[in-house]
């Protein structure tokens, strides 16, 4: 695959496409949004109308937000791994007494966050599996026990998943639910556990995963609220091209009626331990070509609604991510990873990216760096290639794809 499709100016790649699609991408730039059946055709295309394709998103990623590639510096605390949902697709879940699986004490909780402030993380993005005997309030009380020691810190937590599950426990409605978090801190929501948003498909992946209407309830409810949320799709597993574009039209619907999300984070499936997969039911992840097309066909898609179309490195890898960067997206996550800090970087499970090797690599792919907040409010901008401080050398941070709570 040729990453440099940049190489070209935006005319000559629309005049080497074939006229149809070209004129598509024209009127795209031009303004008008993209409809299903035509983003269904762009699934399809190959050879230099690809190309144009990626070219052109590209092209409308500038115009959007610019040269920047934002991160922002975070620590994902998974407080436990215990779960009773059975995802077919997730490598995360244990049983009760199975052997790895663990639960965070809140001191424990507590303790990392603080470490993580100490870091300079600005974000604490919390999620867990759902054991069977959890108290309902148990959110909120990590959200209190950790606002208590860090007031400033801004915590993005708990799917709609877990949210629906503390919702069953409490008895509370939905909304009061989702205020009382709010009080207890709550910054904002993961738009995880959205999958793909189609019942028939949610049914292959998990028996007892929240339904569609569900997690859309939950998300609307959270804007109306004034939480805002991510949003997400999980891709390179049972689905097809068409359930994308459902599934992005879904979300495109939800933000013209909100405004909430503020991101969208395209998720491509780790295979290796997953039930799915083993089972011969998922194909093995996603390919270089599905990659950059659901990142462009995101960006084109989402022109004018969703800003911002994050690359997941914990999913895609660092050279995949800078590539889909060139082709739509725009932001590249998070710098820190569950156990990152404890456990030397790369050892077992997680990993750690310093924001010195997230700034080199957004130079590396020729843009500029640049943290921000969890809600895209700019941090700090640093100088693109040429006016940077030195980085210290440091050997490269390992790279395997995540498989945890993280869709
Ligand atoms: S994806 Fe979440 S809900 Fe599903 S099994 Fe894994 S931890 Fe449980």
């Not at 031009?30 to 295309?45: C, D, F, Q, R």
């Not at 959110?139 to 799917?159: C, D, G, V």
């Not at 993961?190 to 929240?210: C, M, N, Y």
């Amino acid at each position: 695959m040729d990453w440099r499709w940049n190489d070209v100016s935006l005319e000559e790649a629309w005049r080497l496409a074939s006229p149809g699609v070209a004129r598509l991408l024209e009127q795209t730039i031009a303004g008008k949004p993209l409809g299903a059946e035509e983003a269904l055709k762009l699934t399809e295309v190959d050879g230099a109308d690809f190309l144009a394709l990626l070219r052109t998103a590209d092209e409308l990623r500038r115009r959007a937000v610019g040269d920047r590639i934002t991160y922002v510096v975070n620590r994902n605390i998974n407080f436990t791994n215990i779960c009773i949902v059975g995802c077919r697709f997730c490598g995360f879940g244990r049983a009760p007494k199975a052997e790895g699986s663990y639960f965070l004490p809140l001191e424990e909780i507590v303790a990392r966050a603080v470490e993580a402030r100490k870091r300079g993380a600005t974000e604490l993005c919390i999620q867990g599996g759902l054991p069977r005997d959890l108290d309902g309030y148990h959110y909120r009380n990590i959200l209190l026990a950790i606002k208590t020691e860090l007031p400033e810190i801004h915590i993005h937590a708990f799917s709609p998943m877990e949210i629906v599950y503390g919702v069953e426990k409490t008895g509370l409605p939905l909304p009061e639910y989702l205020l009382m978090l709010k009080e207890a801190g709550l910054g904002s929501i993961p738009g995880t556990a959205a999958e793909v948003l189609d019942d028939d498909l949610r049914r292959i992946l998990s028996q007892d995963k929240l339904k569609v209407h569900r997690w859309v309830e939950v998300v609307t409810t959270a804007h109306r609220l004034g939480i805002p949320t991510t949003s997400t799709l999980m891709y390179g597993h049972i689905e097809e091209p068409r359930h994308w574009i459902r599934h992005m039209l879904l979300l495109r619907e939800i933000q013209a009626e909100t405004g909430g999300f503020t991101e969208f984070v395209p998720l491509a499936f780790v295979h290796e331990k997953t039930r799915l997969f083993r089972s011969g039911k998922g194909r093995a992840g996603s390919t270089a070509r599905e990659d950059l097309l659901v990142h462009a066909l995101a960006r084109l898609f989402f022109h004018g609604s969703i800003r911002n179309i994050q690359a997941s490195w914990v999913k895609l890898g660092f050279e995949m991510s800078k590539a889909c960067l060139q082709a739509g997206a725009n932001d590249f996550g998070g710098t820190l990873m569950e156990e990152s800090i404890s456990k030397s970087a790369g050892a077992t499970f997680g990993e750690y990216v310093s924001p010195e090797e997230f700034q080199a690599m957004i130079r590396d792919a020729g843009r500029v760096p640049a943290e921000r907040t969890t809600t895209y409010e700019l941090r700090q901008v640093f100088p693109s290639r040429g006016g940077e401080a030195a980085v210290p050398p440091r050997p490269p941070a390992v790279h395997r794809p995540y498989s945890g709570t993280g869709y």
